[in-house]
């Protein structure tokens, strides 16, 4: 069996946690096809969060309590560059962490795309599944707000919005900056034409899958696919488990629950996302017009926990 996974960050990898176990117990293939609209450029360091969350995570040299960023992390570099006032300083980076922005920013100036990239420093993580960008070129998630201060509007990068601001300042919209240019990177369509199931992960809808969607063909290419698509709510009960999808959410206008959610993916029968979606038990009288609504425990409290919530989203189709 294959499975192709859609992911964001923290939530997509803990969730691929769960997918290793379960994929080992019955000897599936894995893909992990990650967001990377919150990458940027940081001290002239290539930084791909959602990647290295889902590397770190899997290859178990993730922090367990921040949920980002390396184990056993160090800051030296952080408060020397603090020392120069180096902007930006709402950005930390990690002197381990360092380390794997270096590799991957020199390889990129070599002339590598993220994608070999992305295989090359997973080959030292050993993380289990095949993790894949959603594209090799640059597609960013920049978010429309207004200067708290008077009602000019400008566009900044996500990470300024969500790190710096704390999503508290009024926002507009999301944009996918370079999406409508971008390519799925190699592998990815291979990856969905075969795959038996794809999963999406209970990550953020609004800037971790929708980006991930917004790579012309990628869309099409799960939705017109052979495969049966299954969402996991990342809502229980109203609220996000941790993060700020709410916010998220709020800015387009959808509701914060199990049933706006699945309303924003929409059915595959009518030109949405999910044939089936997973939602918390509390949510279990959740309604998504076209889709299969299942319930099941959805706290990814370990990888047991998190394995029965995959079988349990694949008993739906
Ligand atoms: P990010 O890129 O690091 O923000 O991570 P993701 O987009 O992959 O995941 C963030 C989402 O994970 C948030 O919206 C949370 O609601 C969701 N999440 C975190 N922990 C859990 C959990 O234990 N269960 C479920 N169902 N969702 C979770
Ligand atoms: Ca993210």
Sequence with gaps: MRIVVLAGGIGGARFLLGVRAYAREVGAA?????????????HGLKVCPDLDSVMYTLGGGADPERGWGRAGETWAVRSELAAYGAEPTWFGLGDRDIATHLVRTTMLTGGYPLSA?????????????????????????????????GDVQRAIHFQEWWVRYRAE???????????????????????????????????????????????PGLREA????????????????????????????????????AAGVGGL??????????????????DAG????????????????DETATAAMVRAALELV
Aim: overall charge negative; hydrophobic content about 50%.
């Design 30 to 42: 894995v893909t992990a096809v990650v967001n990377v609209g919150d990458d940027l450029y940081v």
């Design 117 to 149: 990239v992305t295989e090359a420093l997973a080959t030292r993580w050993q993380p289990g599944v095949r993790l894949m960008p959603a594209t090799d070129d640059r597609l960013e998630t920049h978010v429309v707000v207004s200067d708290p201060d």
């Design 265 to 282: 993916y929409g059915s595959r029968s009518s030109g949405g996302l999910l044939d089936g979606w997973l939602v918390a038990p509390e």
């Design 286 to 301: 959740a309604v998504v017009p076209g889709v299969t609504v299942g319930s099941a425990p959805l706290l990814m409290t």
């Design 169 to 215: 300042i009024p926002t507009h919209r999301f944009v996918f900056v370079g999406a409508e240019a971008a390519r799925p990177a190699p592998g990815v369509l291979d990856a969905l034409a075969s795959a038996d199931v794809v999963l999406v992960a209970p990550s953020n809808p609004v800037v971790s899958v929708a980006p991930v969607l917004a790579v």
């Design 222 to 257: 799960v939705t017109g696919g052979p495969a049966p698509v299954v969402g996991v709510s990342p809502i229980i009960g109203g609220a996000a488990v941790r993060g700020m999808a709410d916010r998220c959410l709020a800015v387009v206008g959808v509701e914060c629950d």
